[in-house]
């Protein structure tokens, strides 16, 4: 039996943080032992053990396949260096953005590529993978016909981590302030005149307002995956999202489409960069002042993998007790994407994902990643 003990740990456990020591025996968590150390264990000399970091939402692959407009690299690299990123950050599950609609004609892993293709991809990378990956689905609710594509993604189900509709229509939900620079950047892309410009974004949101497949991807999934809605703005974005069993509001755009998602019950996902910039890059609702109202479970990398831990060691230095700050990015995502069975929290029977760390006030020195009980990084002493 393949076993080993980490000793003389801050443990971050579901609802206190002790000193202690953690058993794992065959890829899971055998036993948790607060209060007690080990002499023939792995001395952690009181660094934070934690469950591994689960992000729901990350768009970073799109930045290792595009590190400049015209520059473009292989998939298979980009995933690689994804992967590498994401664990030397301590997460351990990784959901990579991949999105679905009429638009196909874009290189393979952007925003206006084959989002299926790109999901198919994924179903071949993450086996060899450090850790765990799984596809956030950013599903476009306004194109017509669907039905291919929603079988393509049932046929790679194991793959999916979860499906949010992102409605990207012009001056919508988070794009409502910005629908005049987006006219005049199209203008500019196509070199074509302002009321051209204006006149096909106004054909665009003809079109989008006539179609809605929510429904029917309700119906393709069953309760299957969890479901999520993304840039809500206002209580009827809400209220539409819930109505076709979105479970998830991810980064709402205002406090009262956040308020509106709390009430129904759902689950809140805030991107990390906005809690640890101070606020939204896009003038949009500050996590800040979401988590002052207790609306706030889940924080995800959106972009930016180390402002995750980064964003809990603030935390914790601003008062937060560790397992209140460390919960909004192992547990509650965990629970949203239904393997708290399996993850999210240092308890006998679950997978050994762990994360040591320290606290360099500014941000998380990672010093050791475990995935599965297998140790897949770790800093040189």
């Keep these: 039996m393949t076993r080993h003990i980490l000793s003389n740990a801050t443990l971050v456990l579901p609802h206190r943080t002790v000193n202690g020591s953690i058993v794992i025996a065959e890829g899971r968590i055998e036993d948790v032992q607060p209060e007690r150390s080990y002499a023939e264990g792995i001395d952690l000399h009181g660094q934070y053990l934690t469950s591994g970091v689960i992000d729901?939402?990350?768009?970073?692959?799109?930045?290792?396949?595009?590190?400049?407009?015209?520059?473009?690299f292989p998939l298979a690299l980009a995933f690689h260096l994804m992967d590498l990123r994401a664990i030397g950050c301590g997460v351990t599950t990784v959901l990579g953005a991949a999105r679905v609609s009429a638009e196909t004609d874009g290189p393979l892993g952007s925003w206006t590529g084959n989002g299926i293709a790109l999901i198919e991809e994924y179903a071949r990378l993450r086996q060899t993978s450090l850790g765990r990956h799984f596809v956030h689905v950013r599903w476009d609710p306004c194109f017509q016909p669907c039905e291919g594509p929603l079988e393509r993604l049932i046929?790679?189900?194991?793959?999916?981590?979860?499906?949010?509709?992102?409605?990207?229509?012009?001056?919508?939900?988070?794009?409502?302030?910005?629908?005049?620079?987006?006219?005049?950047?199209?203008?500019?892309?196509?070199?074509?005149?302002?009321?051209?410009?204006?006149?096909?974004?106004?054909?665009?949101?003809?079109?989008?307002?006539?179609?809605?497949?929510?429904?029917?991807?309700?119906?393709?999934?069953?309760?299957?995956?969890?479901?999520?809605?993304?840039?809500d703005t206002t209580i009827g974005h809400v209220e539409e999202a819930n109505g076709?069993?979105?479970?998830?509001?991810?980064?709402?755009?205002?406090?009262?489409?956040?308020?509106?998602?709390?009430?129904?019950?759902m689950m809140v996902c805030m991107g990390a960069p906005n809690y640890y910039r101070g606020g939204s890059h896009c003038g949009n609702l500050s996590c800040h002042e979401a988590l002052a109202e207790d609306l706030v479970d889940i924080l995800c990398s959106d972009y930016h993998f180390p402002?995750?831990?980064?964003?809990?060691?603030?935390?914790?230095?601003?008062?937060?007790?560790?397992?209140?700050?460390?919960?909004?990015?192992?547990?509650?995502?965990?629970?949203?994407?239904?393997r708290d069975h399996d993850l999210g929290s240092l308890?006998?029977?679950?997978?050994?994902?762990?994360?040591?760390f320290q606290d360099r006030r500014d941000y998380a020195h990672v010093t050791q990643v475990w995935v599965d009980g297998q140790r897949k990084f770790a800093v040189a002493e």
């Design 56 to 72: 729901i939402h990350t768009d970073y692959l799109e930045k290792e396949i595009h590190p400049r407009p015209d520059a473009n």
């Design 347 to 356: 308890e006998a029977g679950k997978l050994a994902d762990l994360v040591v």
């Design 155 to 231: 046929a790679h189900r194991e793959s999916l981590g979860n499906l949010v509709f992102n409605d990207s229509t012009p001056g919508q939900r988070q794009y409502r302030n910005t629908y005049h620079e987006q006219v005049k950047r199209w203008a500019l892309m196509k070199n074509i005149s302002l009321p051209e410009a204006e006149a096909w974004f106004q054909e665009r949101i003809r079109r989008a307002r006539e179609v809605n497949n929510r429904a029917e991807v309700q119906a393709a999934f069953h309760g299957s995956i969890p479901l999520g809605s993304h840039d």
């Design 244 to 265: 076709f069993g979105a479970t998830l509001a991810e980064m709402p755009v205002t406090l009262e489409a956040a308020r509106q998602a709390k009430a129904f019950g």
């Design 307 to 338: 402002s995750l831990l980064g964003s809990a060691v603030r935390m914790i230095n601003s008062g937060t007790a560790p397992h209140d700050a460390l919960r909004l990015m192992t547990l509650n995502p965990a629970r949203h994407l239904r």
